[in-house]
């Protein structure tokens, strides 16, 4: 009985893989595998039509329904200084690692291609705010859309807050949206079946060529990062027994996040994750839409691995300094682009621009190749850290012992159920 209900309970983790397994071994075995790419397509469009709105609905909703506005705002303030620690220190992790793994290797031959530079002014504005309403409502201002859900948050607020019908309808229309989620995600397996398919059709060869040193270095501290450092913020935000239920939980945000390649993707099943690990709704609702397009630990460690690789091209050390504004740029940069699949463009075209002007037609291309081929470990790192850092952000705001409290009522309610 006790097998049939863990099958029960995980059917979506199971079906999730063997459609990932399945799409990678078709993507080998037949080079017209390209052609199930509207099978990926199709999902991750039906996702993005609701998670979108969701991301607005969920933290206007989350502040809008809090007693207390104080505590919407030291969640937020929490949830910032978490994601900047986790992500400088997976930087310096895999700064530390190509400082000792050579990165570059051979001489590959790369067509030139053109590109424009942004200034300050431009990324600033870019990053923050846009032009006119309708443009917020897209999965390419994810960032813009989470200010303006702040902002309408607290407006609620300063109406009254839960008590007022807007808060009450914000709630209603965020639940509502979930259930639609949970709908889509029945179709979810076709679509990791046929996403991968295509990618590895189009991207196979690439790991035999010489991008292969990096790419797989990059893949083995991914995973590592997450075995290793996921456990130590799980066990400093939640203390005892926390990184046994984060281990219950994380691997089916992890697969959705490696199989969509998308931290906006991600939030449904990290929010369902987070509701069974006993995770406050109010933490989770900020944290991980704020999470999806400002949590860069993935995104941090892929900078440093491109920018490594092309100052070993061109034959330039990578020193300290490089590598700090490195850091900075890639998480400033690649913030309002995580949410996309293959989004980080932006990110890559900043790095290249800044440490190597001149040789940007070259440079830009090859960073994009890479960044290509480690987007679904980079999105693992990224989303499925999401779910960690919650238990960050809980111990700050609802004490350290959030988890153990949680896990004696459990108990409690399991001794007082009949037993068959």
């Known amino acids: 009985m006790k097998s049939n209900n863990s099958l029960k309970n995980n059917w979506f983790f199971f079906t999730m893989i063997l459609g990932i397994v399945l799409g990678i071994a078709v993507g080998f075995a037949w080079d017209g595998a390209s052609a199930l790419e509207p099978l990926g397509t199709l999902f991750i469009n039906m996702m993005f039509c609701v998670v979108v709105p969701m991301v607005f609905f969920s933290i206007s909703s989350s502040i809008a329904n809090m007693k207390s506005a104080k505590r919407a705002g030291k969640l937020m303030g929490t949830t910032v200084v978490t994601f900047m620690c986790t992500t400088i220190i997976a930087s310096v992790i895999m700064y530390v690692i190509v400082r000792f793994v050579p990165i570059y290797m051979g001489d ?12 300050a002014g431009e990324m600033i504005v870019g990053f923050f705010t846009k032009s006119d309403f309708p443009e917020l409502w897209s999965r390419r201002s994810i960032l813009q859309l989470i200010i303006a859900g702040i902002f309408f948050g607290f407006g609620v607020q300063m109406c009254g807050g839960p008590e007022t019908r807007v808060a009450k309808l914000l709630d209603e229309i965020t639940r509502a949206l979930m259930n639609v989620i949970k709908l889509i995600s029945y179709y979810a397996p076709i679509g990791f079946f046929g996403f991968f398919a295509a990618l590895v059709a ?20 991914a995973f590592a990062y997450m075995f290793l ?21 994380l691997f089916r945000p992890a697969a959705v996040a490696f199989g969509t390649c998308s931290s906006v993707a991600t939030i449904p099943t990290n929010m369902e994750v987070s509701e069974d690990t006993g995770i406050s709704k109010d933490v989770t609702d900020i944290v991980l839409p704020m999470g999806a397009t400002m949590n860069m630990d993935g995104s941090g460690m892929s900078a440093i ?31 309002a682009m995580s949410g996309i699949p293959g989004g980080g463009g932006t990110g890559e075209l900043v790095l290249c621009s800044l440490f190597f002007p001149e040789q940007l037609a070259v440079a ?35 004490g350290k012992d959030w988890l153990q409290k949680k896990l004696q009522r459990d108990a409690a309610e399991q001794a007082a159920a009949p037993k068959e």
Do not use: W
């Open 202 to 221: 189009a991207h196979g060869a690439d790991f035999v060529s010489s991008y292969a040193r990096a790419i797989i270095l990059y893949y083995v501290v």
């Open 364 to 398: 830009f291309p090859i960073a994009q190749a890479i960044g290509d081929l480690v987007d679904p470990p980079a999105t693992m790192v990224n989303a499925a850290g999401d779910y960690v850092a919650s238990f960050v952000v809980s111990r700050f705001n609802d």
């Open 229 to 249: 450092c996921f456990p130590l913020y799980a066990r400093f935000g939640g203390g005892k027994g926390a990184v046994k239920v984060m281990f219950q939980h």
């Open 108 to 119: 590959p031959v790369f067509e030139e291609t053109s590109a424009t530079a942004m200034n």
């Open 305 to 335: 691995i491109k920018v490594a690789f092309l100052f070993g091209m061109f034959g330039k050390d990578f020193a300290t300094t490089d590598a700090l504004i490195a850091i900075i740029v890639a998480t400033v940069s690649s913030v």
